[in-house]
């Protein structure tokens, strides 16, 4: 069973700027979630989407939003880019429940200049 | 809410020697406990979890962890170190639909 893919794997953008990052999932989870990793924060929650709906956020601005599709696909939006939105971006899938164990991808390099 | 603390964030053993790396806990709720591991350029692979029942948990690449309510610990330990070993390794709490981490453990392996 193919893992959880994420593109694009590196991406560079100018503050100000919007970006979109893209996340499918392992074939069959229903769950998809959104985690931001950098040096200073470590790994940080940004949302979950199960069947199409949100169902937990975290504590960022809403400059952070998502989506997920029918086909379970989901989509992550960053809009007016800031420096400190430099980070590695987690997609992570589970069957339905989180406890069941999440499987991530491997990242999307987010650089702002 | 829920958190989990991680003590050292590095840690390095010889090639054959134990590896121990600690977590501590803390939740309101029964916890699902989980340790990941991350490599180099890459996303966090599972290495195992507890849910409930046995509290001793087996993982993958030899690893495994114990829970102990009472001490409120989840650490992870393999009886031999590898020099594949090499990586940072969280420990997550699940709650509300997603996952809490740690601030990592980065393990070096001396040969």
């Known amino acids: 069973k193919a893992g959880v893919t994420q593109t694009p794997r590196y991406l560079i953008k100018t503050r100000g700027q919007q970006v979109t990052l893209s996340c499918s999932p392992i074939?069959?989870?229903?769950?998809v979630s959104w985690y931001q990793q950098t040096p200073g924060q470590g790994l940080q929650f940004l949302f979950e989407y199960f069947s199409e709906t949100q169902r937990n956020k975290g504590n960022f601005p809403g400059r952070f939003s998502g989506r997920q599709f029918s086909n379970s696909r989901s989509e992550m939006n960053v809009s007016t880019l800031e420096l400190g939105d430099s980070a590695l971006y987690l997609c992570a899938s589970s069957l339905d429940r989180v406890i069941a164990g999440q499987y991530f991808g491997p990242g999307t390099r987010l650089t702002v200049t | 809410a829920q958190s989990v603390t991680q003590l050292g964030s590095h840690v390095s053993v010889s090639e054959g020697a134990l590896v121990l790396l600690r977590c501590n806990y803390s939740s309101s709720v029964p916890p699902y406990l989980f340790w990941y591991v991350q490599y180099p350029n890459q996303g966090l692979q599972l290495l195992l979890k507890y849910t409930t029942g046995a509290t001793l948990v087996k993982g993958i690449n030899g690893f495994e962890a114990e829970f102990k309510k009472s001490e409120t610990s989840f650490h992870l330990t393999k009886p031999s170190a590898h020099m594949s070993d090499a990586a940072e390794y969280f420990c997550a709490v699940s709650g509300l639909e997603k996952l809490t981490f740690g601030t990592g453990t980065r393990l070096t392996i001396i040969p």
């Open positions: 074939s069959g989870h229903r769950s």
